[in-house]
């Protein structure tokens, strides 16, 4: 108990993100009961350091560095292209236009509909053959 009344005075100078919010988005997860302070602590500086080394990261390896900033398209690339950082790509998708995305809607639905003609054009000669096989026989 003492220990984490003295971690709690100094836990703010050493993180700075909000530690109430972090409780809260731990405690959303149903296999969560009670939060211990050392570990929401440690979960915070992770955290920190994650997004810390991720924008230093797109920054080094991304074009903002021409204009000494950091873009979404740095972060967005670096998701991308980086293995370790792959696992963000549906998080920090590329930007595109909304006519680019209507397009690629459109492209998948009328493929989408050429497969299950497709697949039913298939079945359709193997219903046949099955059929020519049996009267054949």
Known sequence: ?????????????????????????????????????????????????????????????GRGKEKNALTYTDLSHTAEECETFQFLADILPKKILASKYLKMLEKEKRDGEVREDDDEAEEEEDEDEAVGDSVGS
Do not use: C, W
Not at 20 to 45: C, G, Y
């Open 1 to 61: 108990m003492a220990a984490a009344a003295r971690l709690t005075g100094t836990e703010n100078r050493l993180v700075s993100l909000p530690l109430s919010r972090i409780r809260v988005i731990m405690k959303s997860s149903p296999e969560v009961s009670s939060i211990n302070q050392d570990a929401l602590f440690l979960t915070a500086k992770a955290t920190e350091l994650f997004v810390q080394y991720l924008a230093t990261y797109s920054y080094k390896h």
